[in-house]
């Protein structure tokens, strides 16, 4: 009799014992964010995003309100979880479905269904990424890098190519604006700033030289970015 109360005891106690899922041990592991899903401190966080596993090369996770109920699921490229791809569900705080679709590498594509609050369903939305694709950006995640180093390098070396094809000493501040691709390649280079037009050109001849280049990084994947590279001889 005592054993059997133990196990009727035991049966009634496991069911109320949550398990633990994948990246949820540890609340280390927690991404905190922001209203709008952006990475905030813990204080002022309105959700968290936890990995909740993994399916080949994808992390399944799931992103909550502080006070637990599901805002967010679907897989991510990355193990920190900042680039979305494949099958995802956004909630309503009631737990209904709000929208489902498909992500591309962090960008929003095909149909996506959206429902309100009482599963009533809305009129679709369309994303095509294909436009964002080739956004020229002026700040990056990750900025690009020349082959000469850091800005300071680039304009030691424009510095020394312009030196070197000029007749006479150069003096005045030389501006030049280019874009560096997807490739590292660059292109629409020119001058916006600058009194001598011959030495204007060796500017622009200087900085063609300087590709390839490292390319700038947005949610890890590479964008177009503008440069604008100003040089004071």
Not at 39 to 44: L, Q, S
Not at 188 to 217: F, M, T, Y
Request: charged share 30%.
């Amino acid at each position: 009799m005592r054993n059997l109360t133990l196990l009727l005891t035991a049966a009634l106690i496991l069911p109320l014992c949550p398990s633990r899922s994948y990246g949820q041990e540890n609340n280390e592991d927690r991404q905190y964010l922001s209203d709008v899903l952006s990475p905030a401190v813990k204080k002022k966080a309105t959700f968290y995003r936890e990995v909740t596993g993994k399916e080949g090369e994808l992390f399944m996770a799931k992103t909550y309100s502080m006070d637990g109920k599901v805002k967010a699921e679907g897989s991510y490229t990355d193990a920190q979880l900042t680039i979305p791809h494949g099958s995802f569900v956004f909630y309503h705080p009631n737990g209904r479905v709000e929208s489902r679709g498909e992500y591309v590498n962090g960008l929003k594509t095909g149909i996506w269904e959206r429902f309100d609050a009482w599963g009533q369903e809305l009129a679709e939305k369309i994303y095509d990424p294909e436009p964002l694709a080739n956004i020229i950006y002026t700040r990056a995640q990750t900025m690009p890098r020349s082959r000469e180093g850091d800005e300071k390098e680039l304009v030691r070396y424009v510095k020394s190519k312009v030196d070197s094809a000029s007749e006479h000493r150069v003096k005045g501040i030389y501006t030049s604006t280019f874009v560096v691709e997807k490739d590292g390649s660059l292109s629409e280079v020119r001058l916006i700033e600058g009194q001598d037009e011959k030495i204007g050109q060796h500017v622009v001849d200087a900085i063609r030289s300087s590709a390839p280049w490292q390319p700038g990084n947005e949610k890890g994947q590479p964008v177009r970015v503008r440069m604008k590279v100003p040089v004071q001889f």
